[in-house]
């Protein structure tokens, strides 16, 4: 049922890229070119999203004990910022703004086959996997333990 929900959360969420225009790199570029062909969509669409997800969110969290399919809310309590975060929040951006995607829209944008993203989701997804099979060098580990 958990997978079931997923699926349908993704589709809605691919759905959601497709009407606004968000597949389209050249949309995401726009909105970074501030001095140039200033394209504010992007930021309505951010709004948009948190508009109407903030107050589910708020409301499920206070009537709810645990989520529907976990046995516990996962919210992060750090806020510490270490150099893995800042590397990947980096990375992202700047893959962000020299190819106009992020995961979500390339991988919606990729059966339309768009401009690069036949080069820019391979990469990303090697990415991905060097990101969770690269050991984090900043926790030793212990003896005997693993990752």
Do not use: E, Y
């Not at 225009?21 to 951010?46: E, I, Q, Y």
């Not at 516990?72 to 590397?87: A, V, Y």
């Amino acid at each position: 049922m958990k997978q079931i929900f997923a699926l349908i959360s993704g589709l809605v969420f691919g759905l959601g890229l497709i009407v606004s225009g968000m597949s389209d790199p050249a949309k995401v570029l726009n909105f970074l070119d501030v001095f140039g062909t200033w394209d504010p969509s992007l930021a309505f669409v951010m709004g948009g999203a948190i508009a109407v997800t903030a107050p589910g969110f708020a409301w499920l969290t206070r009537s709810r004990s645990r989520p529907f399919f976990d046995s516990q809310f996962r919210i992060p309590g750090r806020t510490d910022l270490d150099p893995k975060l800042m590397t990947g929040a980096a990375i992202f951006g700047l893959g962000w703004g020299l190819g106009g995607f992020c995961p979500g829209p390339a991988l919606t944008a990729l059966p339309i086959a768009a401009t690069g993203t036949l080069i820019f989701v391979p990469f990303m997804l090697a990415g991905m996997w060097l990101a969770r099979h690269t050991p984090d060098l900043s926790m030793p580990l212990s003896k005997g333990a693993t990752q």
